[in-house]
């Protein structure tokens, strides 16, 4: 098993940034990518960022130049960083992480509230 914990979900203005920052329980399960999504009230969850234990990097197109996503595989985890926001951006903003155990699987977090507004 698992267990993703987010943190920095916050009320910012356009324009502000946040640091999202995830991490993983200790495990003797193998995590490979690690990423963000995000759940905006209407839409469907959507791909945010995504990182591998390489450290290669993958970005939704309406957030490249914005955000980054950075990761330290010894300690498991994988930071957000999100600059310009927008109110569009306003989501609730899960880290997920895929894992080699018995099986593989994709592991969530609870989410992480972010409203951009003034």
């Known amino acids: 098993q698992v267990q993703l914990v987010e943190s920095g979900g916050c009320l910012v203005q356009p324009g502000g940034s946040l640091r999202l920052s995830c991490t993983a329980s200790k495990t003797v399960f193998v995590i490979n990518a690690m990423g963000w999504y995000r759940h905006a009230p209407g839409k469907q969850r959507e791909l945010v960022a995504e990182?591998?234990?390489?450290?290669?990097?993958r970005y939704a197109d309406y957030v490249k130049g914005r955000l980054t996503i950075t990761r330290e595989n010894a300690e498991n985890t994988a930071d957000l960083q999100m600059n310009s926001l927008k109110p569009e951006d306003t989501a609730v903003y899960y880290c997920?992480?895929?894992?080699?155990?018995?099986?593989?699987?994709?592991?969530w977090g609870q989410g992480t509230q972010v409203t951009v507004s003034s």
């Open positions: 997920n992480a895929e894992a080699t155990g018995p099986l593989v699987l994709d592991y």
């Open positions: 990182i591998t234990t390489a450290c290669s990097k």
